[in-house]
């Protein structure tokens, strides 16, 4: 047996020191207890990149892993084996007298990057197993990817503050870019933040994260919630509301999210939900404060409006003259009067204004919101003129009207009152209306009540009766229209 074999058979059984092997010298363990030399490695591949001395492989690229261990006993060379294994992977093993190989074939991904690849070679010493490994770390270049952006606070912002935070996995590092949705570009780098958020904050925003190997971008939908803001309330038509024209109320506000809208009176009575409500016919009812509710998750606004109902005035037909109940020889006039702006009211005596005196007074009272009552008492004297006629004015902003007591007869020095009193309504500019009371009365010994004579109709020849009654007729023409 020749002396390397020797050795060799030695080496295998004890583990000595030092054994030249076909021109090699290498250095063995001193005992069989210590380990064997470590297998090299080495990396392999298509356009890689040499960087702070570590190689780098773009993604995509196939890369060879090589491995080497040498073989301290022909018989019993060490085996050689990969971990982790890769799929769609290939090996390749070889062999010799003084040393074993391994080739690893596979094509690099992004998750490949910092993987640690480790060559493990496993030897049969004196009827132990040993084993020695050496291991290397991918670094893989690849473009962005799992690209995304998370806000703080997280949910709906809230006015106030907002941070949005961009990240992305690339190699090298990733640049980031924020643009609007209009695509202006509002920042640079991971992290966008607004200090002060408000409603023109809202709308889409995205982030582009870039290197040389290529970008990604990942959006956001940024909703800014508030409470409603701005509310008003308007009326279509505008100007003032004509008695018996319709009318609509909206309202708007600004707020997020929607703003649900409810109606109130001043008394807070609901009226109304929705934005608007419309009213067909007006009025005085409808006059008075109005306000809108508009609300939503995070408050509530108020605004109010106005409505004044107008009209021209309008006479009653509960206007009228008739005999003092307390004395007969006064006569007492009622004009009833409706409008808004409440109208004025004058009394005029054959175009004369009527003033206060020891024989005529005036009293004037509020009827409801819109109305106004006149009384005028005065002594029978006043009508002792041929065909005397009384006129009761009204005026507002909105035009006037006069309701025209028209007498026929003489007042007699009987203490009664042979007269015949027509009550005339007139407004100019339309057709007249004609609604009439009869009332008839004769002597105090006589006299029916006015319940029994009402619905009389007066005709000619009835102005005095045969055995001297006393006639008293209130006849009632109304004109409808704008009064001037």
């Known amino acids: 047996m020749k002396l390397d074999q020797k050795l060799v058979f030695v080496c295998c059984l004890f583990g000595v020191a030092s054994l030249p092997l076909e021109g090699f010298s290498v250095t063995l363990p001193q005992s069989v207890e210590a380990s064997p030399p470590k297998p090299t490695l080495t990396l392999y591949g298509e356009q890689m990149e040499e960087q702070k001395q570590r190689k780098k492989v773009l993604e995509g690229r196939s890369v060879s892993l090589f491995c080497s261990a040498f073989s301290l006993c022909t018989s019993q060379p060490p085996t050689l084996t990969w971990s982790p294994l890769q799929n769609n992977s ?38 132990k197993e040993m084993t020695t490994e050496n291991s290397l770390i991918l670094r893989v270049l690849y473009a962005p990817w799992k690209t995304s952006i998370s806000v703080s606070p997280s949910g709906s912002v809230m006015w106030g503050s907002s941070v949005s935070r ?49 970008s990604q971008n990942s959006s956001v939908q940024l909703e800014v919630q508030y409470a409603p803001k701005n509310t008003s309330v308007s009326v279509s038509p505008s100007g003032p509301v004509m008695w018996g024209s319709s009318v609509s109320l909206s309202c708007s506000s600004d707020g997020n999210p929607a703003v649900n809208y409810t109606w109130f009176r001043e008394n807070g009575e609901q009226i109304e939900t929705g934005p608007s409500f419309s009213i ?59 409008g808004r702006p409440v109208p004025k009211l004058e009394w005029r005596l054959n175009e004369q204004p009527v003033s206060q005196s020891g024989s005529l007074s005036i009293k004037e009272e509020s009827v409801g919101v819109s109305g106004l009552r006149s009384i005028l008492s005065m002594h029978r004297s006043h009508l002792s003129m041929s065909s005397p006629h009384l006129q009761c004015v009204s005026t507002n902003q909105l ?31 339309a057709a007249a209306v004609i609604l009439g009371e009869i009332y008839l009365c004769r002597r105090k010994h006589h006299k029916p009540s006015l319940e029994k004579t009402e619905g009389w109709v007066l005709t000619e020849g009835e102005e005095e009766g045969e055995d001297g009654d006393c006639l008293y007729s209130t006849k009632t023409i109304v004109v409808y229209g704008r009064a001037l």
């Open 166 to 214: 961009c990240s992305s996995d690339g190699n090298p590092a990733v640049n980031y870019t924020w643009f609007r949705e209009n695509g202006e570009q509002i920042e640079t780098g991971p992290t966008f933040s607004i200090t002060e958020t408000n409603d023109t904050h809202s709308g889409l925003y995205y982030c582009r994260a870039q290197n040389k190997h290529g």
């Open 90 to 127: 290939s090996q390749e093993q070889n062999q010799n007298s003084s040393f074993v190989s391994s080739h690893l074939n596979f094509t690099v991904t992004r998750l490949h990057h910092k993987l640690s690849i480790t060559c493990t070679a496993t030897y049969q010493l004196k009827n």
């Open 399 to 429: 035009g006037s009207s006069t309701l025209l007591f028209n007498f026929v007869g003489r007042c007699s020095n009987s203490g009664h009152l042979p007269i015949i009193c027509v009550l005339i309504g007139a407004v100019a500019g």
């Open 280 to 338: 067909t016919a007006t009025d005085d009812t409808h006059s008075g404060l109005y306000y809108c509710r508009a609300q939503n998750q995070h408050g509530s606004q108020n605004s109010s409006v106005q409505l004044e109902v107008q009209s021209s005035p309008q006479f009653l037909t509960s206007s009228h003259c008739k005999s003092s109940d307390n004395d007969a020889v006064m006569m007492v006039c009622l004009c009833e009067v409706r």
